[in-house]
Structures are given as structure tokens and as C-alpha cells.
């Protein structure tokens, strides 16, 4: 069994700047990608940004220059720090990882339940 937490959403003025956080534990025996993904209101999921286990970072358009992924693999976690944001920004956001829980098993793709980021004044 693999949980990914998320914590740091909250409510932030434009301009301001939050740091989200997502802890996977449980059964794990490897960890390929980590990433952030979002969700506003009527519109489709979206990749915001992804971290490969030995690759280079990846970012959404929107959010290049503003936000940087980073983890932290001895705690099997991975962050989002969110700079200059704007009401756009505002959605749900999602944390997923790639991982395999054995040596034998394949890689799965887990979600996090998500954690709530609005901008507004």
C-alpha cells in the first residue's frame, strides 16, 4: 500500500508565494518520476511540472520562471515552490509518483487527494 500526502495549499494574495509539499510512504522499493499536476474549475487536469529520477526538471509554459519542483529522495518527497502567482493559478493540485512497491513489481502510478491553492486579493 503507497499514500502520497500533500500539505501547503492555502489561500495567498497575487504576487505571494506558497511552498506544497507531497510525503509518499508505505510499501515502496523504488521511486521513478515525481510530479504536480493541477485542476481548476471546469477545466481538465493539467501537468504543471514533473521531476524524472535522473533527468532534467520539465515544466508547464505557464509556469516556467514562477514555480520550481525539487525533492528530497531520502524522505520520498518531492515540493513545488510557487513564486509570483496569480489568480490563474488557482486550482487543486495533485501530487503523482512512479513507483514500484517490490523488486518484482511493475511501476504503478499513484495520485495524492490533492490540496487546494487559490489566488485572490
Known amino acids: 500500500q503507497v499514500q502520497l500526502v500533500e500539505s501547503g495549499g492555502g489561500l495567498v494574495q497575487p504576487g505571494g508565494s506558497l511552498r506544497l509539499a507531497c510525503a509518499a510512504s508505505?510499501?515502496?522499493?523504488?521511486?521513478?518520476?515525481m510530479g504536480w499536476y493541477r485542476q481548476a474549475p471546469a477545466k481538465q487536469r493539467e501537468l504543471v511540472a514533473f521531476i524524472p529520477s535522473g533527468g532534467r526538471t520539465n515544466y508547464a509554459d505557464s509556469v516556467k520562471g514562477r514555480f520550481i519542483i525539487s525533492k528530497d529522495s531520502a524522505k520520498s518527497t518531492v515540493y513545488l515552490q510557487m513564486n509570483s502567482l496569480k489568480p490563474e493559478d488557482t486550482a487543486v493540485y495533485y501530487c503523482?509518483?512512479?513507483?514500484?512497491?517490490?523488486?518484482?513489481?511493475?511501476?504503478?502510478?499513484?495520485w495524492g487527494q490533492g490540496t487546494q491553492v487559490t489566488v485572490s486579493s
Open positions: 508505505g510499501s515502496i522499493f523504488s521511486i521513478s518520476n
Open positions: 503523482t509518483a512512479t513507483i514500484k512497491t517490490s523488486f518484482r513489481s511493475p511501476f504503478d502510478d499513484y
